[in-house]
């Protein structure tokens, strides 16, 4: 199976370390995209998956801290490494507990960041291959291999769609995934049918997964966009 192109999310507002890291990262396979200022990043991050943030501290609009500390709040669990200004000791310290994955001090050796950002991408890529074959959230254990489902050590009945939209939401777990995409990758409708499908299967799966299916625990609407699961 070929491996997919990973995804990175570089927050940079210094223009030649862009072109830079860029074009390094674009020659090493990742796709990425660029944001330059803090709100622009939170609103990246929070709407699409991405496999890692490349994440600059000092940043116009917000900075990278609270950049940081917001996409957590929101459940976004992507990879963060944080870019620090040199000698701020107490700076990589507030990132790690804002949630950050690892830091590294301007200036630095290409590759040192390179081999940072394997390193987290090799992480996460080792979790996501462990919660393809079972997830528990709450209540809840799924096996996704035998397609058994429990909720409080009592087996649930899902249909084969339904596995699949479970399996597609914890596979990505803290990105917001729009009705569209569900169809496409789920149902894997070329076409643009009705985007209902998709919400009435979200309220049965809710009804049998969650405690209180009218107020959502774990798949949440984001009004507008979709939904998130937040398992
Ligand atoms: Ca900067």
């Known amino acids: 199976m070929p491996e997919l192109q990973r995804r990175i999310l570089l927050v940079e507002d210094e223009e030649s370390l ?3 890291l860029r074009d390094r990262f674009e020659s090493e396979g990742y796709a990425v995209t660029v944001q330059s200022d803090g709100e622009s990043a ?5 709407r699409s998956p991405f496999d890692l943030i490349v994440l600059d501290v000092a940043l116009p609009k917000k900075n990278g801290f609270d950049v940081c500390r917001d996409l957590r709040q929101r459940g976004i669990q992507t990879p963060i490494l944080m870019l620090t200004a040199r000698g701020q000791v107490v700076d990589r310290v507030v990132g790690l507990k804002l949630g950050a994955d690892d830091y590294l001090t301007k200036p630095f050796e290409m590759m040192e960041l390179l081999a940072r950002v394997e390193a987290l991408l090799r992480r996460s890529r080792t979790m996501a291959a462990n919660a393809s074959d079972s997830f528990a959230f709450g209540p809840v254990h799924v096996d996704f291999r035998s397609a058994e489902v ?6 649930v009945e899902l249909s084969t769609l339904e596995i699949k939209l479970l399996r597609y939401f ?3 777990r803290g990105a917001v995934v729009g009705r569209d995409e569900l169809l496409d990758k789920v149902w894997g409708y070329d076409a643009t049918p009705v985007t209902r499908t998709v919400d009435v299967h979200v309220a049965s799966l809710r009804q049998k997964l969650e405690a209180n299916p009218s107020k ?7 009004h507008g966009l979709g939904y998130k699961f937040t398992g």
Do not use: D
């Open 216 to 222: 959502p625990e774990y798949i949440v609407t984001v």
């Open 170 to 172: 914890v596979e990505h």
């Open 18 to 20: 862009i072109l830079t």
């Open 150 to 155: 429990r909720r409080e050590g009592a087996p």
């Open 42 to 46: 939170l609103a990246a991050g929070t």
